[in-house]
RNA sequence: CGGGGCGUGGCUCAGCCUGGUAGAGCACCGCGUUUGGGACGCGGGGGUCGUGGGUUCAAAUCCCUCCGCCCCGACCA
């Protein structure tokens, strides 16, 4: 039996979540800089395996990364009145410079739509200069109250794009492209985490956006998780920042300008869409290490018997599959099965001078914990054998999180199956509710309306809380 | 930011109430035996007790400040 490392996901769904990014090695909290973490090396190449993943599908819808300066002019941050509102609470700002107070205090990005809008404004005269689809790779820094490794951390990484179009209806289909063709995209493909695609309530939108489109997933305690955002900006910072073209006419137009992101917190849904009480599970697309192979031998004599035939094996590995063989000697056997569990490395192959004779191993899946997942296989064909199985488990790891996704899902007819429904998962609901009804419910339940879905039934109800007819459903829960 | 809990070798914690100069297990280092689900024996190193101040002959222990962490709220990618 593993040591007891893991508080059991129903003892404590919180503590097995930080016991999961501890084990694992994924990050540590940077107690020296409040609200911070330091994400270590299994928590970057996860994060690198991720960005890779994305840039390819950022690159592939016509977008091109640049990148612009940590710090903004405190009076950018001013300039877009519900931006101000939603911001200035949380920005740090520096003061002094170079031992001397600065004539005007700069603050740490916590989102770039201000500076990029401010260059955007310098770089557009003409509607041949549209659209303008850029994206930057950056740290940015918001001063949360409550922090948490990954969902919600002071400084976080992530990509943010910043486009300007001639129309609404071409910021309207960029919106919805890269929600789609990026976003739910690569959030169920690479990371196997279905999604519910949707558009934000008037109470939930980004601060200075028209509409702001969502995808929202499910965690394993049944609540929410945003998972990306994509923002429809109107011409809000357009105005504020004079971002103005002239048209075919020689009219002088403000531009329709877009934003979107995804960050670090993704990794956090990673966890705790698959994990388990044994540790990290990884989808395959995102692990670092897919196969990890652990030789087993008593002596010089088995040790080098062994390794040849490790050698023979991986060698047909090398550009195919991410592998290590883990020779270390100081270790047992025993501890490092339990190592690469705790880590999620999707398939284990084990094999000592028994497998080596029998021309055979041992292959255990990371989805199937223990002697369950493990079998014995011949050493031929072992190859395509594992990249099935990757495949596999990629699949088997999707499938499982929409099983319980609609399992914890229910339709609601009244509020007081709401208030039942949010305890355990998402509602769905009728609503034809305002901001203020919203509100009234988030104070009874803690549930908020994640998002009102894209996919809509097309039939008509009555609203949960209003009694009125609508034929708008939302889905409400309570959310990380 | 409001309420609650907590900071003692790397980690988990005991010691604090009732002041007298710091311990355990794990981890680490050395040697030997081990190795198919977290091996064992012997020996060894490591802590100005979160920070700053106060009370006292004497502070890990009592009082105050600040910092940080965890839980529950409000806010949020």
Request: hydrophobic share 40%; glycine share 6%.
């Amino acid at each position: 039996m593993p040591k007891d490392v893991i508080t059991q996901r129903s003892v404590d769904y919180n503590q097995w979540y930080l016991d999961i990014v501890r084990e694992a090695d994924l990050a540590e909290v940077a107690e020296v800089v409040r609200g911070c973490i330091v994400v270590k090396a299994h928590g970057w190449a996860i994060w690198e395996l991720m960005q890779r993943a994305l840039d390819d599908r950022i690159k592939a819808t016509g977008h091109s990364n640049v990148q612009f300066p940590l710090l903004i002019p405190k009076s950018f941050i001013m300039k877009e009145a519900e931006h101000v509102e939603g911001f200035a609470p949380e920005v740090a700002e520096v003061t002094r410079a170079g031992g001397e107070e600065l004539a005007e205090p700069y603050v740490i990005r916590p989102t770039s739509e201000t500076i990029i809008g401010y260059f955007y404004s310098k770089w557009i005269r003409s509607y041949r200069d549209l659209p303008l689809l850029y994206n930057q790779w950056a740290n940015v820094m918001r001063w949360e109250m409550r922090t948490r490794p990954f969902l919600r951390t002071a400084e976080f990484w992530w990509q943010e794009g910043h486009t300007a179009h001639a129309t609404e209806a071409e910021a309207e289909e960029e919106t919805l492209r890269i929600l789609h063709e990026v976003y739910a995209d690569f959030v169920e493909r690479e990371m196997a985490v279905p999604v519910i695609r949707g558009l934000k309530t008037e109470k939930e939108k980004f601060p200075g956006a028209l509409r702001s489109y969502c995808i929202e997933a499910m965690m394993q305690d049944g609540r929410a998780l945003q998972a990306g955002t994509s923002h429809n900006l109107g011409q809000n910072f357009a105005r504020a920042f004079d971002i103005t073209f002239t048209d075919q006419n020689n009219t002088i137009q403000y531009a329709w300008t877009t934003s979107w992101g995804v960050s670090t917190r993704l990794i956090g849904a990673l966890i705790m869409t698959h994990s388990d009480d044994e540790g990290l599970v990884l989808p395959p697309r995102l692990a670092p290490i897919q196969v990890v192979v652990v030789p087993i031998y008593k002596n010089d004599e088995e040790r080098s018997t062994v390794m040849a035939a490790v050698a023979r094996m991986t060698a047909a590995w090398k550009g195919r599959l991410r592998f290590k063989v883990d020779d270390r000697d100081n270790y047992s056997p025993g501890y490092k099965f339990n190592e690469w569990e705790l880590k999620g490395v999707p398939v284990r192959i084990e094999i000592g001078p028994k497998d080596v004779a029998k021309e055979t191993v041992a292959l255990a899946r990371r989805d199937i914990p223990g002697k369950a997942g493990k079998s014995f296989v011949p050493q031929a064909g072992l190859t395509e054998r594992i990249e099935a199985l990757l495949e596999e488990m990629q699949t088997t790891l999707f499938q499982r999180a929409l099983a319980f996704r609609e399992a914890h899902t229910a339709d609601v007819t009244t509020y007081d199956e709401l208030k039942e429904q949010v305890e355990r998962g998402f509602a769905r609901a009728f609503w034809a509710g305002d901001t203020t009804d919203e509100k009234r419910i988030q104070e009874e339940t803690r549930a908020t309306i994640r998002c009102i879905p894209l996919e809509q039934p097309g039939t008509v109800g009555r609203c949960i809380y209003t009694g009125r007819e609508t034929d708008r459903q939302v889905i409400f829960a309570r959310a990380y």
